[in-house]
């Protein structure tokens, strides 16, 4: 009588690659409730653009690669590029930016570089530095916070999502962010700056600081879970804070604003959990994760007080990318039964 | 005594243990025949010493170890020798293998057994001796002849005896009732091994899972210096080299052996067979075997002889053959699953699983690695599971090697833990056996390369000494000729010393007449070559002239009663008929002339 056979372990765990996704995708939902609430419905208007393009993405891609299109959408990994870039972005922004941002993270970043799990960069960030050197207009647009008293109705909204809103109007319902408020001044006192401008909230942005906290507690959710590690995340808002301490002169914003500014402000929960804990586009090993989560942190701060983007996390991520392997080579563990030794000596011997 | 270390990584799975401990170990009943591989164990396959329709007796020796590293096979009951033939074998290759077949006469008679109670007093040597003529391998799975591994060479000292107790694979249950019931006998094979081993420390480690079989065992250890060691539960601390960690802080260097930092491990199951083998002089014939899975109505553990095909051990269980997926020989983790039923129990047949679809379902198909890391968190060997994939795929051999491929003990964290459901440890397996096999290729082509070389010098060697040989020859034959013409030259002089002076005169006289009837055509000679009348001519006056000074010199000896008269007659006599020969030819010549 013959039996199946096949290969050991018969045993498997719960946990599949199509809920790693679903529970990232559910760890963002306090970010998106936070967000909408402190600018509006244009958050959910972006969401519904980039989770199309990317689902109509995704399936013509797979049909032109010849895969099963069905298995491959189960996935949901497509949702999540569309989620972390729609998150990403100023709140109703026009579709075709949208569009022109998923083609980037989906087609190019992605599939082009042979798909799911062969992408040295993360999707969404890819996505998000191409609209952002392509159309710094439109990317730096972002509406204002509630506590501003000037957030954007739903019919403008819509209005400015399906690019018919006219530019003066746009330009008259658009705040410059916090961290593009302390950059571009130099010769106040923080103190001072913060009574000026309506953007600043009680430790961070406003709104922002709240937004940043949702996107803190999703995170902590996927920690609890075990999705990733707590090595990256921590080495990234550690370093940053470190990074802002040192150049902190206490009140003058000239300097770049305290730790708790920067954790609080721009993408950077966002950035920490969702984007640095990316799998396929980081390291690997723990020593790799602290490296790698430490050098975005590092370049962060760098980015945001001498560059001149608004925010700095796409940049200092997609530059790790780049170092990941380099570093994954550098940081092998230590294998059972051997000696600590350098990977250039194993090579040798 | 507390654990001294963890060991990198592992899972928990479900442990599914609770089911085959409810009844305690029975004896399964006698099979209508006993398969017995002839191949159960790590080294050469034993050679049989019975023939087919043989009578053998329980406990007889039916095949012997074939090599140092090799173990003999003994018959599990009294019978028949049916057959030494191709049978499928529990193997993962799913393949078959030569084994001895016994019809079981049903009347259990021994044959004649040397239990020897006062072990303390044998010798190392005849103590193995006899552990290896009990045909005794590691139970816990590998099956590597035990008296092999007990006699590490003396320049090895071993400071730590580990006893491994962890029994870390879901399902099996085999050395936890093991230990429950037969605690003592445990106790009394691990004080054979101390005797051989001599080691300052001897640890039991055990998981926390078994709280019955570690009370049995505390009882039964006393104050021995045996102690038991609870580690937590966490797979797979029952492997060799992660228990050897978690109980000393030690590691096993790649590619070494556990003596090497001073360490043997032995499975509790085989300290029981040492004890019976040498305490009750009963070789190893039966083992406690798991038998579980939601396809068993119920499913516990059996005392089983080897060689029991494995569907008369599951009928016993109520096996419901329709309900069942796969057949796996081993645990969920790191057994294999086996085509045919018809398979026998061997020595390191540690449990039969029978799950249904619903307990054990199917791999999904594979989805892309998302490189999430939880196999690299999971690897006991602190391997990067995920990397090791990738350079699986792409078959680059050398970048598998430099990331230790070959210190994965293909345990099954990672396919365990990996949510894409890649299947990582066949990966591996694959690899390992490409790798191996281009090892193989590579010294096969090194070997006929030296071959090659070798035999180009030695016909090179061979074409010179011919050579050599030649002109020492040739040197050797003109120098006997140089000495031989110095000889001569020097010799001449010399002959007249010769005692015989008749000879040489004889010579002489035969030179006189040859010349003499040479001299009338000596002309027509020199140029052309003697007519047949002349050479007849020649011959008679030559044969006259012997014939004269024959006669002459008979006359001289009979006259002075020479002894050589008698001699010289014959001689007379014989000249005297090839002179008349002589004649009739020339007168036959003249004739036709």
Known sequence: MAQQTLSSPHLRGALTTARVMQLVLLATVPGIIALTWHFGIGTLLNLAWACSFAVALEAAMLRLRKRPIGFYLSDCSALVTAVLLAVALPPAAPWWLIAVGMLAAIVFAKHLYGGMGYNPFNPAMVGYVVLLISFPVQMTAWVPPRESGALLGAMEAIQRSLALAPQAQIDAVTMATPLDLLRQNSALLIEDLWQQNPQFGQWGGAGWEWVNLAFLAGGLFLLQRRIFTWHAPVAMLAALGLMAALFYDGGSSASGGSPLFHWLSGATMLGAFFIVTDPVTSAVSTRGKLIYGAAIGVLVYLIRHWGNYPDAVAFAVLLLNFAAPFIDYYTQPRVYGHGATRPAEREKS | ?593
């Open chain 2, 1 to 593: 005594m507390k654990p001294l270390a963890t060991f990198h990584g592992g899972i928990h799975p479900p442990e599914n243990k609770a089911q085959s401990t409810v009844l305690p170990i029975a004896g399964a009943s006698l099979p209508d025949e006993l398969v017995l591989p002839l191949s159960q164990h790590i080294g050469a396959p034993a050679r049989p010493c019975v023939e087919p329709g043989q009578q053998v007796l329980k406990g007889e020796c039916i095949a012997t170890a074939a090599t140092a590293i090799s173990a003999p096979l003994h018959a599990p009951t009294s019978g028949t020798i049916s057959a030494i033939e191709e049978r499928p074998v529990p193997h993962p290759s799913g393949g078959t293998g030569l084994c001895i077949v016994i019809r079981p006469d049903g009347e259990q008679r021994w044959a004649p057994r040397h239990a020897c109670a006062a072990w303390q007093d044998l010798p190392r040597d005849q103590l193995l001796a006899q552990i290896r003529a009990a045909g005794i391998v590691g139970l816990g799975g590998a099956g590597f002849p035990t008296a092999v591994k007990a006699g590490t060479r003396p320049d090895r000292i071993i400071d730590t005896l580990i006893i491994n107790a962890a029994e870390c694979e879901p399902y099996i249950t085999a050395d936890d009732m093991l230990m429950r019931e037969r605690a003592a006998a445990v106790v009394s094979g691990i004080e054979i091994l101390r005797h051989l081993v001599q080691p300052a420390t001897i640890l039991i480690g055990i998981e926390d899972n078994k709280p019955e079989a570690i009370a049995a065992l505390q009882a039964a250890t006393g104050n021995s210096g045996i102690q038991v060691v609870t580690i937590p539960t966490l797979y797979p601390s029952g492997g060799e080299k992660q228990l050897i960690k978690i109980l000393t802080a030690r590691e096993v260097p790649s590619g070494g052996l556990p003596a090497d930092i001073g360490v043997l491990c032995q499975n509790v199951g085989t300290a029981v067979a040492i004890h019976d083998a040498v305490v009750e002089g009963r070789p190893l014939i039966s083992r406690i075997t798991t038998v579980t899975g939601a396809s068993c109505q119920q499913p516990r553990n059996y005392e089983v002889l080897i060689g029991t095909p494995v569907s008369h051990l599951l009928a016993l269980a109520g096996w419901d053959a329709k309900r069942c997926d796969r057949l796996i020989i081993g645990g969920p983790m790191m057994g294999f699953s086996v085509p045919d039923a018809a398979v026998p129990v061997v020595k390191t047949t540690n449990c039969i699983l029978a799950p249904t679809r619903e307990e054990l379902p199917p791999p999904p198909p594979a989805q892309a690695c998302i490189r999430c890391g939880l196999c690299a968190e999971a690897c006991p060997a602190s391997l990067l599971p995920q990397q090791l994939y990738w350079f699986a795929r792409s078959g680059e051999h050398d970048k598998l090697e430099a990331h230790h491929l070959f210190d994965c003990i293909e345990c099954g964290a990672c396919s365990y833990v990996c949510p894409s459901s890649i299947p990582l440890v066949q990966y591996y397996r694959a690899s390992k056996a490409e790798i191996r096999h281009k090892q193989r290729e590579r010294e096969q082509a090194e070997r006929a390369r030296q071959r090659f070389e070798a035999r180009q010098e030695r016909m090179a060697r061979e074409a010179a000494e011919r050579e050599a040989r030649r002109q020492a020859r040739a040197a050797a034959a003109a120098a006997a000729q140089a000495a031989k013409a110095r000889a001569d030259a020097e010799a001449r002089p010399e002959a007249p010393i010769q005692p015989a002076a008749d000879p040489v005169q004889a010579a002489i006289e035969r030179a006189r007449a040859l010349r003499a009837g040479q001299t009338g055509d000596s002309s027509a000679a020199s140029s052309t070559a003697p007519s047949p009348r002349q050479q007849a001519e020649q011959k008679v006056s030559t044969l006259e002239a012997r014939l004269t000074k024959a006669r002459k010199r008979h006359e001289e000896a009979v006259a002075g009663g020479e002894k050589t008269a008698a001699a010289l007659a014959s001689v007379v006599e014989k000249l005297e008929q090839q002179l008349a020969a002589a004649r009739a030819e020339l007168e036959t010549t003249e004739e036709q002339t």
